[in-house]
Every structure is written in C-alpha cells, then in structure tokens.
C-alpha cells in the first residue's frame, strides 16, 4: 500500500464518520471481525418454489397470483428433509456458516411465525420447524446459521408492489407501515428464537433506480430504524441492495461479482468497495439458478469452487455458495459431490483462507495471495502455471506446499523473489504454498 491509498482511505472514513455520525458498539465491530475470519459460507435457496421445481423465481416468471402459487403450501411435504444431514454435507465441504432464505419473495415463511396470516411451514401437512431444526444443528456442529430474509413481497396486501412485484400482486399501493410492522415481528421471532448471527435482507432494489451513476430509491424503507431494532438484538445486518453501502450496515455483499470486479452478469457493478466492513460474495453452484430447478445439470466443478473462495479471500470477501435443495428437501447429488471434494482441499489448505487476509501479492489471474501474521501463502489457480516472481523487502526462510508438504524451490535476486511448485500427479486444484518470514 503507498501513501496515496492511505490518505485516500482516511479521507473516506473522515467523510463517512461526518456524514452519518454513525459508531459500532464494541460486540459489533467484534462480530463483524469473526464473520470475516469464517470466509467460506454455504447459501440456502429453499421454500414452496422447491416443489414447481423452476427455480425460485417460478410465481413472478410466469406471473401466477398469490391464491393460485399458495395452493402449493397444502402440497409442501419434504419428507426427506434431514438438517443435520445437510449440516454434516456443509461442514464437511470446508464451510463455516449457513445461510438460509427465512422468506423469499414469495412471501412463504419457513418457520411457524405468529405475525402472518398463515402462509408458513406450520399450514403444511409437513407442519415441523425446519428452521428450528437447522438451527439446532448448526449449533451442535459449531458452524453459525444466518437468515435471507425477502424486503420484496409477492404474497402480502400490504406490501407496496413495485417493478417486480407488480406482476404478482397488480399495481397495489398498499401500506408501508403495516408492512414495516409486520416484518418487524418476523425478524424478532427470528432473532429470539434461534438466535441468528445476521440478518441478510434482498428485494430492496425493486424500488430503486440508477440515473447517470447515483441511485435515487422510490420508496422510503426507514431502514436505519430497522438495522437500530436489529442491532438492540447483537445481531448483524446485511443488505443485498446493489447500492453503495449505509452506515449502519455490517457487511457489505456483492452478488455473482468480486468486489471491484465490475464483472459482465454481475449484480453489483460500480458498487463502490467498502474498507472498514467485512465484505461478501454470493454466488451459485448451479450456474444458472439459486433455488432447485430440475432441468438444470450446469454444476460448478470442486476446481473452480476453491478458485472461487480463493479470489475472494484474496480480496479480503467471503463467498457464500448457494445450493438450492429439491422439494424433498435433499441438497443435489452433484453438488453434494463436489462439496465433498471441496471438502478434502480445504483439510489440507484450510489455514491459506480461514482468518486471512489479502496480501496484494499476485497476477490478479493465475497467483493470488493471503496473509496470516508472518505466513504468506500464495495460491497457484491455474494448472499450468508453477512459477511466480514478486517483490519483496523481506527474506522468507521456508516454502511448503500445504497439500504435500513437497518443499517449494525458492530463488532470491535483490527484492524480487522467485516461488518454483511441482504439482502432484493429476493435481488440478489449487496449490497453495505457505512461505514464513525470517
């Protein structure tokens, strides 16, 4: 880092700090410290979309209504649904949090809430609390449980329909502070009974628009006083909104796009990149699709998962990889599957990304990089590149691979220093060399 980056960040700091006059408590700036450690996290798209088998966009898609899509509630029967099943899967592959929809847009509520009109689990012949049984096996196997939770509303009359929604729910005005009260009940249920590390809201962006760069938002969600009722709770909030980050939020996401990147299909283009919140990306093992669709077969490999998670942690990001599990409520076979790959990588290579953070040492394409005190460890993503050369003002007085322990050829000219691996036999993971400072 130079000076001009330093003084360009203390700036934007000195900015944010005067114009929201916001401070985290001290359990905040915590919390937010242990999310960013996890750094690998596993995304549950799930709910009564499960069952049409179409992804979780089928009600808005082909436009059904409410009454007509609902009638699937009395239909919902996942009798295969097994949490700690799905908990092991997700342990196992590497992952250290879970995050599951809680309500998506349709509106369905996948716990027996109190403060609806009966659109959840509790009105189906299934009727068992599966995010009370999620929750419980998260905490048994020591990984935290998180919940999405839908701004967007297809199903309440409540819910003022904007872009999307007007589809579903016709150009209904509704009433935004019945609607706030509503959904303040459900994340107190949430957060009271099963005790979630963040909320992670999506949908907020259907009232909003970008004109030449600066988006102007067409409805007033009141926002700081949700994220302040949140935070009484210790619990952190999240916000997919595509939009630069509030004050008051705790983690910043990025959706199918590294952050900076500005990638083609991503959602989060020209989002500006915060430097003092964790950061995360979201993004799909099903390449096309976040909740189960049947006549997908398009499956990330186990290659380019832990390239994935790579990239991100060289970034200092957290990828969150969605599975979205069938109407029986078992997860894909394929990508239970590559989970478990994923899985034996992670074994071996876990301590290259868990607590890390970016070294800014890498090709930004074939090498990148991550920093743990003294330890640096660089990750050779492509298989066909085994060399790399960077600058350096200090000596190293080891280089490892983590997979072999195949000691790495090691090459000093002044301060440029060269790092020479010898992949294993068929290796075509990442390979990570761990290199210690004298």
């Known amino acids: 880092m130079n000076i001009r980056f330093f003084a360009l960040f203390f700036a934007m700091c000195s900015l944010c700090a005067t114009a929201n006059e916001y ?25 009564l979309y499960a069952n049409y088998a179409q992804g979780e966009w089928y009600q808005q898609v082909t436009g059904l209504d409410t009454e007509t899509y609902g009638r699937m509630m009395y239909g919902f029967y996942p ?9 092991r899967v997700f342990k196992d ?81 509704g009433d935004y502070a019945s609607y706030k009260k509503f959904m303040l009940g459900q994340i107190a249920e949430l957060i009271d009974n099963y005790h979630p590390g963040n909320i992670w809201f999506d949908g907020e962006w259907e009232h909003a628009k970008c004109n030449n760069g600066v988006w102007e938002r067409t409805l007033d969600w009141e926002m700081d006083s949700i994220y302040d009722f949140i935070h009484s709770k210790k619990t952190l909030t999240a916000n997919n909104n595509h939009q630069p980050i509030r004050a008051k939020e705790d983690i910043q996401i990025f959706e199918r796009d590294l952050p900076g990147e500005n990638a083609d299909g991503g959602y989060s283009k020209d989002q500006p990149v915060s430097l003092d919140r964790p950061v995360e990306q979201c993004d799909v093992i099903q390449k096309n699709v976040w909740g189960y669709r049947i006549t997908e077969r398009s499956f990330r490999t186990p290659e380019e998962v832990v390239a994935m998670v ?22 894909p076979s394929r990508a ?58 200090g ?7 983590l997979w072999d322990g195949e000691k790495a050829k090691l090459t000093v000219d002044g301060d440029m220093v060269t790092v020479a691996i010898r992949r294993p036999k068929g290796y075509r993971f990442n390979y990570v060399v761990k290199l210690i400072a004298e």
């Open 336 to 393: 239970v599957e590559v989970m478990a790959k994923v899985g034996k990588w992670f074994r071996k290579n876990g301590e290259s990304i868990y607590g890390t953070t970016s070294a800014g040492i890498g090709d930004g394409k074939n090498v990148y990089s991550t920093r743990k005190g003294d330890e640096l460890y660089l990750h050779f993503v492509t298989p066909g590149k085994n060399t790399f050369t960077f600058k350096s003002s």
């Open 93 to 173: 592959a590497g992952a250290k949090y879970v995050t599951i929809t809680s309500r998506h847009h349709d509106g369905f509520s996948l716990w027996p809430t109190k403060v609806d009109d009966g659109y959840n689990i509790a009105n189906t012949p299934f009727k068992r609390d599966i995010l009370g049984e999620l929750s419980k096996a998260c905490d048994e196997a020591g990984m935290q449980l998180n919940f999405y939770y839908s701004l967007m509303d297809w199903h309440r009359k409540d819910y003022p329909a904007g872009t999307v929604a007007v589809s579903c729910l016709g150009k209904q005005k």
């Open 310 to 331: 790579t990239r991100a942690a060289a970034k200092n990001c957290n990828l969150l990889m969605n599975i979205g599990p069938d109407g029986s409520g078992q997860l």
């Open 23 to 47: 401070k985290a408590e001290q359990w905040n700036i915590d919390a937010r410290k242990k999310f960013a450690e996890q750094r690998f996290g596993i995304f549950i798209h799930w709910g």
């Open 79 to 87: 009798s295969r649904f097994d949490a700690k099943e799905w908990v």
């Open 395 to 401: 000596a190293f007085k080891s280089a490892n691979g």
